[in-house]
């Protein structure tokens, strides 16, 4: 099982930027298709976006224009570069890995909070 870490989470205010970052283990993971999902409090976790193995990314509308999806499989790490940060952003931020094309496997998520 490929293990994930989050790292960059913090407080920001409205129109500013983070980045995330997330490490992965395993020799594989330039052919995992790579996300990342957000939770709040009450609600279900939702898909972010992501990049595939094939360079291809998929993103949730409302981060279009805002947030960067990168990856470099070299030092088997994921970035999710956030700008123009709103309040409705603030969440738990997880990185997840698919590794057989069926089931996600998730980091222990990092904070995300935007202040108005």
């Known amino acids: 099982q490929v293990q994930l870490v989050e790292s960059g989470g913090g407080l920001v205010q409205a129109g500013g930027s983070l980045r995330l970052s997330c490490a992965a283990s395993?020799?594989?993971?330039?052919?995992?298709?790579m996300g990342w999902f957000r939770q709040v409090p009450g609600k279900e976790r939702e898909f972010v976006g992501g990049i595939w193995s094939d360079g291809s990314i998929r993103y949730k509308d409302s981060v279009k224009g805002r947030f960067t999806f990168s990856r470099d499989n070299a030092k088997n790490t994921m970035y999710l570069q956030m700008d123009s940060l709103k309040p409705e952003d603030t969440a738990v931020y997880y990185c997840?890995?698919?590794?057989?094309?069926?089931?996600?496997?998730y980091g222990q998520g990092t904070q995300v909070t935007v202040s108005s």
């Open positions: 395993g020799r594989a993971f330039s052919s995992y298709r």
């Open positions: 997840a890995a698919d590794q057989d094309g069926r089931t996600w496997a």
